[in-house]
């Protein structure tokens, strides 16, 4: 707690040496926040000015000034902060007659506390301005854009310089520039921000990875399908999504005429309204109840790698980790209410087995029981009986599974508890992968049925997952994951042949075709050997090989691994032999 109060005390300096610098400035909010804190404001500033503003920083905890805390009614404090407009507003949603300030040497903040008792508490070596951003006031497009200050704070010296070396880590690992570097992907304003433009190296990333996923997927019981990209205003309002989902879902098109017939402002003769779709499940329920089920049928397992569409904010989109479109490793498994149990064990295992394969070990990953609020149940659909077990059951499983798992409640999606995995990265952000989601309302909205052993109609349950989350999310953290050096098997270039001339070139196609069950690339570019060798190293292929006379002469090839690791002149049966 003590260091909660040292960043919440830390953004209140911040404010203080800011005020003392920059006169006029009008001020927002500023909280502590997971390594450190920052604090909203409107004033002009640039990354060089962040050193004068910590060096105040500094001498105002030098001074060992006092945090006092005094209570005021609102109309005085209105008085108090009348040329704040900001705070005025915060002042005027206060339900309370009374209100707290804090005050520290010469500044007043409004402040609810608490704080430490003065600024000597303070290790001035523990803690630094890291960068600027724009904030919205409030969080609101609508709203003014005021200036973000970032500090980070930690109880040591130690502490923060270990941080600051992981922050360095991640930049040098963040999936957006390595994407550029290893020209994989990108995104345009003209093509669609939050959409996602796959080069060719990346998209056979891509490839690879979504065959390992089809053929996991048949070898643990799967069928496959494919729905369309849109469908029906009247199927998610069957669904529920168009009254529980609609903040996350674009608004309708109108298909009952052409974009021409519109441009000349035509009537529509038949409207037909049509939403790009958010999630796939409504089609895997439409080919469910398109025949008679019958119990001995289930369960049915029908897994889709299906792209969907969800309204994200312009400031909100990141790469591939928050996008507008993207492609969910989609699977439902519908099932009789005996084999709930033994459906959503097989599910844990193949999302660890995932994770394993694609070299992220069990400590990386931290799983949520993300529950209803039972505060809320508006929000919600279903029953209370559903509710109560559904969750039940997915806590029974996850103990029995021995998940380390945290409860978290008002965190289930609307139609059900769910199970959530999150993947820690370089800096120990968690990001949400695999999720496994009990859903008893879209089987009861859909009326679905089967024929049970005593030739009854029964409803059954149905369970939304997915492991990867999504392709692009997933593909993201690999990135970074890996410091874009992939694992040979998932690498889109494994080995490039590097010809020293143009008189080598004829045999450096040899030794590709002798390699052909490789993906290769020979480099055929008029460059140095010096040049080509470095090319390769910043591409982070696994292997480079280099043919010139003396590789002709003996028939043998000079191997360099990834790393510059030089594993010198071989032959090709013998660099076959290599553990790959």
Known sequence: MQLENIKHSLSHILAHAVNDLYPDVKFGIGPAIENGFYYDMEVELKEEDLEKIEKRMKEIIKSNIPFEKEELSKEEARKLFKDQPYKLELINEIEEDVVSIYKVGSFTDLCKGPHIESTSQIDSQAFTLNKLAGAYWKGSEKNKMLTRVYGLAFESKEELSNHIEKLKEAEKRDHRKLGKELDLFHTEEEVGIGLILWHPKGALIWRIIEDFWYKKHLENGYDLVRTPHIGNKKLWERSGHWGFYSGSMYPPLEVGQSLEEIQQNKKVNESEQFLLKPMNCPFHVSIYNSLP?????????????????????????????????????????????????????????????????????????????????????????????????????????????????????????????????????????????????????????????????????????????????????????????????????????????????????????????????????????????GKKIRAGEMEKIPYLIVVGDKEIENKTISVRQRGKIDLGEMTIDDFSKIEK
Not at 451 to 456: D, F, I, L, R, W
């Open 293 to 529: 089920r019958s119990y001995k049928e289930l369960p049915f397992r029908w897994a889709e790698a299906g792209t969907v569409y969800r309204f994200e904010k312009k400031g909100e989109l990141s790469g591939l980790t928050r996008v507008r479109g993207f492609t969910q490793d989609d699977a439902h498994i519908i099932c009789r209410e005996d084999q709930v149990e033994e459906e959503l064990k097989k599910v844990i295992d193949f999302i660890l087995f995932i994770y394993k394969s694609f070299g992220f070990d069990a400590n990386s990953v931290k799983v949520y029981l993300s529950l209803r609020d039972e505060q809320d149940k508006d929000k919600y659909a279903g029953t209370d009986e559903g509710w109560d077990f559904s969750e039940s059951v997915l806590r029974k499983v996850a103990t029995e599974k021995n998940l380390n798992f945290i409860e978290e409640k008002g965190e289930a999606a609307f139609y059900g508890p769910k199970l959530d995995f999150k993947i820690k990265d370089v800096l120990g952000r968690e990001w949400q992968c695999s999720t496994l989601q009990f859903d008893f309302n879209i089987p009861e909205r859909f009326s679905m049925s089967f024929t049970n052993s005593k030739g009854e109609k029964e409803q059954p349950y149905m369970l939304h997952r997915a492991l990867f989350g999504s392709f692009e999310r997933f593909i993201g953290l690999l990135i970074e994951h890996y410091a874009g050096a992939f694992p040979f098997w998932l690498s889109p270039v494994q080995i490039k042949i590097i010809p020293v001339g143009e008189s080598h070139r004829e045999y450096a196609k040899e030794i590709a075709e002798k390699l052909k069950d490789y993906r290769i690339k020979i480099d055929e570019d008029d460059e140095t050997i």
